[in-house]
Each structure stands twice: as C-alpha cells, then as structure tokens.
C-alpha cells in the first residue's frame, strides 16, 4: 500500500506510492482519475491531491483507500495492456491487410501478412475463434432469425401504426 499524509485543515491528501511496484504510467492514470474532485500535483515520487470540497478525515481516509484501489486496478490494466499487446497488434494488421484488388484486368500478386508477432497457436485459435462467430452468424441468418430481435430498427409507424388524423 502506498504511503500517505493527510492535511484535514488543508483539505489534502499527499501520497507516496512505491515505485518498485506502481510505474509513473500507472500513477499518472491514477492521478487523472481524481481530477474531477481535486487538483492533482504530482510531484517527484508523491501525489497531493488538494479536494474541491471540504473533506473531514473519515472522508479523506476514504479517499485514501480509493487511490490506493485504484492503484492496484490501473497496475492490473496496464500489465493486461502490456500482456495483449501482440494480439492486438495481430488483429489490427489482419483487419487493415486484405487483399489487393485492382481495377486493371492484369492480374495483381496478393498482399503478403505482414509479421504477425503471435505464435502459431495464437493465430490457430484468433482463426478458430473467428470461424465459430462466422458460423453463428451463418446460423442465426439461416434460421431466418432476425438480426434486429428487439425492433430497433424499426420507425415509429412500423411499430404503432400511421398516426390517426383527428
């Protein structure tokens, strides 16, 4: 848990968070979080965050408690970020790497993938994974299943009938 020092009369809350385990990444997003109730200094390894409002001390214990969950929850996200990377990097390179069309009748060699960065499981299971959606939405269009099952689509007069006149 992070280090902190709390100013009831300065309605403030400074905090240290250890930098062995949070990156300044992590603590930057924290920080911003709580922009909207105070303004937030950050300043070498601390973090003052001066509130709006008038805090007492439970409040600012609480607040307290908040940051440092928030630090754990951004620490979280940021290893999932950092985790996922080559997947969605893959993903964005499949999706902006079609095929070359050509408006020429001469005949175009194909665009080559570029360097995926997963490995062969990884791009077995992204395809086996694709495959199942497609064939679900095969089936569902099949079926005769609507794609619009709670009638978004549908105008006001589809669902109501045309106004009276009156």
Avoid: C
């Amino acid at each position: 848990m992070a280090k902190s020092q709390m100013d009831v009369s300065g309605n403030q809350l400074t905090v240290r968070p250890d930098p062995s385990r949070y990156s300044p990444g992590v603590i930057k997003f924290v920080s911003y979080i709580f922009t909207g109730r105070a303004h937030v200094f950050i300043d070498g390894g601390s973090v003052t965050l001066r509130f709006h409002k008038k805090l007492g001390l439970r409040d600012l214990k609480n607040e307290e408690v908040l940051f440092a969950g928030e630090l754990e929850d951004q620490k979280i996200r940021s290893e999932i970020r950092r985790n996922n990377q080559s997947i969605r990097e893959f993903i964005v390179r499949k999706a902006l790497s079609g095929p070359i069309f050509s408006y020429e009748d001469e005949e175009q060699p194909q665009a080559q993938l570029p360097e995926s960065g997963l490995t062969k499981e990884q791009e077995a299971e992204l395809d086996k994974l694709i495959a199942e959606v497609e064939s679900d939405i095969s089936k569902e269009t099949s079926k005769g299943q609507s794609s619009d099952p709670l009638g978004i689509t549908k105008t006001w007069e589809e669902k109501h009938g045309k106004k009276r006149a009156g």
